[in-house]
């Protein structure tokens, strides 16, 4: 995964639900991210430090 990916939570992580879709906007290194998730009308949720183990591509 790389920056300006697409991504999909493929598990709850926090107050997210599984199938949160978001965008990475920093990648840490190999298996860490800064990721802005957002609603099904496009507003941020908010942005999280996660690993890749919660996400996949979409």
């Not at 995964?1 to 840490?28: R, S």
């Amino acid at each position: 995964m790389k920056e300006l990916d697409t991504v999909i939570l493929i598990k709850e992580f926090q107050n997210l639900k599984k199938g949160t879709v978001g965008c990475i906007v920093l990648k840490y290194d190999v298996n860490n991210f800064e990721v802005e998730f957002y609603d099904k009308n496009g507003d941020t949720i908010d942005v999280y430090t996660i690993t890749g183990q919660y996400l996949a591509l979409k």
